[in-house]
């Protein structure tokens, strides 16, 4: 479904360190198996939620026309008319200032920037009452001959949004929609799960949502990911560079539909495969101002977490920051850094490949997208690696919980298990090529977009 190109697949492994330093409270990017990782490629994850979204091969996708995005563009041809109407109007000299005056009115009102018609989300199943700030969601075109469509959720912020910061948030990867951030980190909701696995969840508003003081744009990118679609399959195999050049795209024309936010500063924000995405993106943008793109976007730089940075440097930091956190032992650390000199990320030596397998079962229980939080799946994974007793005392129940917890706790990380029996053509989900997702569980995510009254509310493609 979401391939990588082989410039891409020269960086996929990136995002695949469980030991990364995490920000408390997010979800990690995609760590695969801990500390090494030696194959050259990898299926990148779709989250379950989206896969309704996957076109099958020799299957026609019909799709259906999303609502009015151009209409800021059409309110500039109006403006227009409506200029000329004026200016005769004026000519016609006293008996027509009433409707001169009412043409500068429409003048003004067109002029001033507002939603496109039919974006604004004016209420979203499970939530009870008025949304906290405007909501809008849709669909933006990005490329019109393949159809490739990238979807938007925007929030506008609780505090000042004709002031505030605007800030483009990208979950990693690569492949994890950004309704990620938006549902399990730092959106304007808590979901509470509805008890089942496909009932509705129940939304509370969050305290600590970021839309609290800026306005938010959560953006599935590249095509195929989240509710994000093409319809040309040949879209869904991508790179880095042909990602930041849609997103850049993308940009460009969400502008053109609020240009309300033209002047607000500029932000552009993710986490761990992000790493990626951010900076080529934050690239594209500046490219586009230096070369007079319009419109002309107030950007004033980028914000990265628990970031992908570079192969062999993040590779090597593993085990100093499994040692630094005390998670292994001086003893077993001095044996590492002896057999391996300080070589951890593609080790040939057979010496220190043991020192590394011995340093991944005294891991294997934690959870290594936040190792201060539990483990979702409780004690079964301990349960069934007997090298687990080796831990020291203080950490056998480190990591590990049978009590349901918040799910903004849960931290979440997608990387497919290597050469996973996968049919071309279609996104497997985690039980069907593994035991199950490590350490967290995509159940509210998935019953609440999902759910054909949401998917209607926020403007998104039937399921």
Request: charged residues 15%; contains cysteine; proline residues 8%.
């Amino acid at each position: 479904h979401y391939l990588t190109n082989r410039q891409e697949r020269n960086s996929v492994n990136k995002c695949r360190h469980p030991l990364l330093p995490p920000i408390s409270g997010a979800r990690h990017g995609a760590p695969a198996s801990p500390v090494r990782h030696r194959h050259p490629v990898a299926w990148t994850s779709i989250p379950p939620y989206i896969s309704a979204r996957t076109p099958r091969p020799n299957i026609l996708i019909t799709t259906a026309q999303p609502a009015t995005r151009d209409s800021s563009l059409a309110t500039t041809a109006h403006s227009t008319t409506v200029r000329r109407s004026l200016a005769r109007a004026m000519a016609g000299g006293r008996r027509s200032g009433f409707a001169a005056a009412a043409l500068l009115l429409l003048v003004f009102t067109a002029g001033c920037g507002a939603a496109p018609q039919g974006a604004e989300v004016t209420g979203l199943p499970g939530f009870d009452g008025a949304l906290p700030s405007k909501h809008y969601a849709g669909y933006v075109t990005v490329d019109e001959k393949h159809g490739r469509n990238l979807f938007y959720y925007a929030v506008e912020s609780e505090r000042d949004p004709a002031k505030d910061p605007v800030v483009l948030w990208l979950n990693g990867g690569p492949g994890c929609s950004s309704f990620d951030g938006f549902v399990y980190e730092h959106g304007p909701f808590n979901f509470e799960s509805g008890g089942s696995v496909k009932s509705l969840p129940k939304l509370h508003l969050n305290p600590y949502s970021w839309s609290k003081v800026s306005t938010m744009i959560y953006l599935d990118s590249p095509a195929g990911v989240g509710l994000s679609y093409s319809n040309n399959v040949s879209d869904y195999e991508t790179g880095d560079l042909k990602t930041a050049a849609d997103s850049h795209t993308f940009l460009l024309k969400w502008f053109q539909l609020y240009p309300e936010f033209l002047s607000n500063p500029f932000y552009i924000a993710g986490e761990s495969y992000a790493g990626v995405y951010v900076p080529t993106l934050s690239h594209e943008v500046v490219k586009g101002i230096q070369g007079g793109a319009k419109p002309t976007i107030n950007f004033k730089g980028y914000m990265v977490g628990n970031g992908v940075c570079d192969t062999v440097f993040d590779g090597n930091a593993l085990v100093p920051f499994a040692h630094g956190m005390g998670l292994i032992s001086e003893e077993i650390y001095q044996q590492a850094f002896t057999t391996c000199d300080g070589n951890y990320w593609n080790a040939s030596d057979g010496t220190c490949e043991s020192a590394l397998v011995k340093i991944d079962s005294l891991i294997s229980e934690l959870n290594i997208y936040d190792i201060l939080e539990p483990c979702y799946h409780g004690r079964s994974i301990k349960e069934a690696n007997p090298q687990n007793s080796k831990l020291p005392t203080s950490f056998k129940d480190l990591g590990t919980t049978n009590k349901p917890f918040p799910v903004r706790t849960r931290m979440l990380g997608r990387a497919w298990p290597l050469r996973a029996p996968v049919k071309a053509g279609r996104v497997p989900l985690w039980q069907e090529v593994a035991s199950g997702v490590p350490c967290m569980s995509d159940e509210v995510a998935t019953a609440w977009l999902d759910n054909d009254g949401v998917r209607s509310a926020i403007h998104a493609q039937s399921v």
